[in-house]
């Protein structure tokens, strides 16, 4: 089901981002950071970009890892009428 795959992908990257969080707290590279990332999450891990990113922001005081609020319009809606 669509619904379980999304909460699969989210569950993976909030644990990628845990896993960049604690490669900052033993003040691992980000290169070092990306590189264990795709020994541990394989296929699945994110692009060194994003993981340059996080590791950046988290090394600057970030505490959170959970996406932070936008406005605006969700990107995607569910709804169970047909529209004709």
Known sequence: MLSDLVEITIEKTLEQRYAVKF??????????TYDMLKDAFGDVCMSYSQAKK???????????VNDEARSGHPSTSRTDEHVT
């Open 23 to 32: 490669c900052v707290k033993l003040n691992k590279t980000p290169k070092d």
């Open 54 to 64: 996080w590791h950046k922001s988290l090394r600057e005081g970030r505490e959170d």
